[in-house]
């Protein structure tokens, strides 16, 4: 879906909002989402430790609680615990290398994870560089739930973002360089919940 740009307003069909809302949705929903800094500490640590099993484990049990599904984590663990941490290994140096779909793609691969759930753990992996794509941005946007539709939604958001930078719209978050592509897409899925 196209994003377009101008007199302060964006526009991806059908949705049309105004620019300076983006910190208003954006602290809607760190308000209703508030353990979404703390998953992403969790994340940081895990790659800089080394993706300890149990470590990982228990990343993947939390962020499936943040997505509001705790089963499709135990699930996950069920049938993947001693992949886990090579596989999110494997994708954040995907993400590292400037493949952001090769990395969705290597979380699709597991059992349990579809491009919702995949796209979930690789937003926390990578904040600056990956987004979530849910069913509800999907329905509402028009993005298939697919690699393509993901990266599509990824160009869109990292299109947003270079207006909220060159405007220099006031930054309500924890990114260190102001915002980032997940924050795009967390104020955007804010925007639809309502």
Known sequence: MPVMGFAGALHFCPLSF???????????????????QKIEDVARSLATGGFDPEQTSAFVREVCNWGGYAGVGGRIIKHHSAE????MAGALDDVQAGKIGNALERLCGLKGFGVSFGSKHLKFLA?????????IISQNLGYPLTIAGYERFLTDCETILRVARDSALRYPG???????????????????EG
Do not use: C, H, Q, Y
């Not at 904040?127 to 069913?135: C, E, G, K, R």
């Open 127 to 135: 904040p600056n560089a990956a987004v979530v794509l849910d069913s």
């Open 18 to 36: 105004e620019i300076d809302k983006l910190p208003d949705w954006f602290e809607r929903f760190v308000d209703r989402n508030p353990g979404t």
């Open 174 to 192: 924890w990114g260190v360089d102001g915002w980032r592509v997940s924050d795009i897409e967390m104020a955007i899925f804010s925007k639809l």
């Open 84 to 87: 886990l941490p090579g596989v």
